[in-house]
């Protein structure tokens, strides 16, 4: 029988050529199974020009938007201690949702002036019912309506607005624009409008007022710092006799109380002059330097002065001296 050698050596390279494929092609890809189910197309090294990848977003609700935030201009600050004075502003909220969709019950305000420490007040609704619905307006406004309580000491400066609100998908807004300014007012109180001695005795030293004192406080938004209060004082004269009389110079003025508003050597306690002269001047009235009158509320605005009679004449005679002949003394800030 006549063998072909040549094809047999063709049939067994072939077969060679084979096993050698099969085992190359596994260590590029992860299996053969892969080879044969991707093709010649996805050995490495051939250029991939396109791949495809899926792109979704979700796209939300509309967040509302506060415009027109409008303030009542026909106010002022009350220098009452006792009482406030009730700022009102309003401001509308605009929903693409619809009006429903404004959660009426969100509305927070609040008012604040300066930095670090400035004045704060704040309006919740949930709290107090100050911002409140006032209704709609069309399809999809709102308009609320807000008051704050303003005291007779918040400072003189511009303030600003603040109103925050959300809707019922939990978008929020705020806005911050809109700034208001409180004016400047000096302004105190006296507690007695007169002032009392014991009776004393010709020569008699160090009498003080029998009625605990002078009590000062400060009603308006600026501070009074110390050397900004003065006395003005006159020489008293005998209601009968006015030939006789006390003058204005044996009386002191102090923060002190007790005898320490009796000696001027004391820091804090200064002797009176008498006012010669109508107008008020450093020169004719007594300058209390480290008495003050801070704004603020109780006890934080309040200043207590004592009055002292250092030395009773010998000449006086007995009868009642007072300023119901002369004009009355005065306190007087600057």
């Not at 199974?33 to 899926?54: A, E, V």
């Not at 004016?183 to 014991?198: N, Y």
């Not at 900004?228 to 209601?239: K, L, M, R």
């Not at 009386?251 to 009796?262: D, K, Q, R, W």
């Amino acid at each position: 029988m006549y063998h072909n050698k040549k094809g047999s050596d063709y049939i067994f390279l072939i077969l060679l050529l084979l096993i050698f494929s099969i085992i190359i092609i596994p260590s590029t890809y992860a299996n053969v199974l892969d080879f044969l189910k991707d093709g010649f197309d996805s050995i490495t090294g051939r250029t991939i020009t396109s791949q495809s990848t899926s792109v979704s977003i979700t796209v939300g609700n509309s967040p509302p938007q506060i415009t027109n935030v409008s303030i009542n201009p026909s106010w002022s600050i009350t220098n009452d201690p006792t009482s406030n004075t009730t700022l009102f502003f309003s401001f509308i909220v605009n929903d693409s949702e619809g009006a429903s969709n404004i959660d009426t019950t969100s509305a927070i305000a609040n008012i604040t002036n300066g930095t670090n420490g400035g004045m704060t007040r704040y309006n919740y609704t949930a709290n107090d019912g100050g911002c409140v619905s006032s209704g709609t307006i069309g399809s999809y406004m709102v308009n609320f309506s807000c008051t704050f309580n303003l005291v007779f000491y918040d400072t003189a400066m511009n303030w600003n607005v603040s109103v925050y609100v959300e809707d019922l998908n939990g978008n929020s807004a705020q806005n911050n624009t809109v700034k208001f300014t409180v004016g400047e007012t000096t302004s105190f109180s006296l507690q007695d409008s007169a002032i009392s001695f014991p009776t004393a005795t010709p020569n008699q030293e160090d009498v003080a007022q029998s009625d605990g004192g002078i009590f000062m406080n400060n009603t308006g938004n600026d501070n009074i710092y110390a050397g900004s209060i003065n006395v003005t004082a006159v020489n008293i004269h005998g209601d009968s006799i006015g030939s006789t009389f006390i003058p204005a110079k044996n009386f002191t003025i102090s923060i002190l109380s007790g005898t320490n508003s009796c000696d001027p050597s004391i820091s804090g306690t200064y002797k009176l002059v008498n006012k010669s002269i109508d107008e008020t001047t450093a020169f004719n009235s007594t300058i209390i330097s480290q008495a003050l009158l801070p704004i603020g509320p109780a006890p934080h605005n309040q200043e207590s002065l004592f009055l002292c009679l250092v030395h009773v004449p010998e000449d006086l005679t007995g009868q009642t001296y007072s300023t119901d002949t002369e004009e009355d003394w005065s306190i007087i800030v600057q």
